[in-house]
């Protein structure tokens, strides 16, 4: 009876701790996002860097073209992004009015065929300034990731700079360092597993789909094709909201067929590589049930938005594997999984 009178005050006040950490966290997500993003691009070069250290290269020097790649390939995708973006944006108005004239066809022969459009809700929702406006959404991924980039790649910087001193750090830090090296390589090797193999199935899928679209003949397919490698981060629902503008792009430049071939070059894309590639070579090393992948998207969607979303199976991996190494939260990991 004592030790539940003990412990029902430890668990509001680690609810309490939980929720004001959650609430700084989403108030704080402008400046947590970039310094995520650098951990796991960090996490991604860290085998190169370790590459270059064995092959003699001096630590500071390896950092430096390693940074400095990533600067080149910043740089050269924002002025691709960035010129498409411009010539998209200077081509809404017009394809807007194509949509106005398409919307009211599909309603006026909906109304032919005995079905009351005026009295439907969907001609409150589906108007062409919110189908335009849900295609400047999804292309709202690229000023997240843009704006902040330069300090995106200073906090890159200094993560590779102190990786080679990291686990010495930990052996002063903890009692049990070996233990708790343990546990930090084990993190580190699933998140880097995980990263790097979701990195080239989405750069392949951007790539088929930015050749697929150039040869149906939609415009910005680079653009798109992007769009679906960035997306194809977030479990689940990224590849069906990547496919959303092109297929609305195609729809008001080429019309109906090309549209639906839009729709199919995603459909095959994506069952080949997300649904018997992906599973083939990462299988289920993830450790996370498909329920928690899905929640936990939802969550750090909540708490951090878009970039949150993309990086939410790598932070929940993150949090299982700290759970994990203590004995009275070890049964919440194992739920996870």
């Known amino acids: ?126 108007t062409p300034g919110r189908v335009m406006s849900l295609v400047s959404y999804c292309l709202s991924i690229f000023r997240a990731l843009f704006t902040n980039m330069f300090l995106i790649l200073l906090f890159v910087l200094f993560i590779l700079l102190e990786t080679a001193g990291f686990p010495r750090k930990l052996q002063a830090a903890f009692p049990d360092p070996e233990g708790t090296l343990g546990h930090f390589k084990t993190m580190t090797a699933n998140v880097n597993r995980y990263m790097g193999f979701k990195a080239l199935f989405s750069l392949a899928t951007g790539v088929a789909l930015w050749i697929l679209l150039a040869l149906i003949g939609v415009e910005f397919a680079g653009t798109w094709g992007m769009l679906a490698f960035f997306l194809n981060f977030i479990p689940a629902i990224g590849s069906f909201i990547a496919a959303i503008p092109p297929i609305i792009w195609a729809l008001v430049q080429l019309g109906l067929p090309s549209a639906l071939f839009t729709l199919l070059a995603f459909l095959v894309v994506n069952i080949i590589v997300g649904n018997l590639l992906e599973p083939k070579f990462m299988g289920h090393r993830l450790g996370l049930s498909p329920l928690v992948v899905i929640l936990s998207m939802i969550f750090w969607g909540w708490v951090l938005g878009p970039i949150g979303m993309v990086l939410s199976v790598p932070l929940t991996m993150i949090g299982k594997i700290a759970l994990a190494t203590n004995e009275d939260t070890r049964w919440i990991a194992v739920m996870l999984e």
């Open 1 to 126: 009876m004592g030790d539940k009178v003990v412990n029902v005050p430890v668990i509001l006040i680690t609810a309490a701790v939980f929720v004001i950490i959650v609430a700084g966290m989403r108030a704080a997500a402008s400046i947590i996002n970039p310094f995520l993003i650098a951990v796991f691009l960090s996490s991604l070069c860290a085998p190169l860097l370790y590459w270059l250290q064995r092959r003699g290269v001096p630590n500071g020097l390896a950092v430096a073209a390693i940074v400095l790649g990533l600067l080149v390939v910043a740089l050269l995708l924002m002025i691709f992004t960035g010129r498409s973006l411009n010539t998209l944006a200077q081509q809404v108005p017009v394809y807007q009015e194509r949509l106005t004239e398409l919307i009211a066809q599909v309603f006026d022969r909906l109304n032919d065929l005995g079905l009351d459009m005026t009295l439907s809700p969907l001609t409150d929702y589906v």
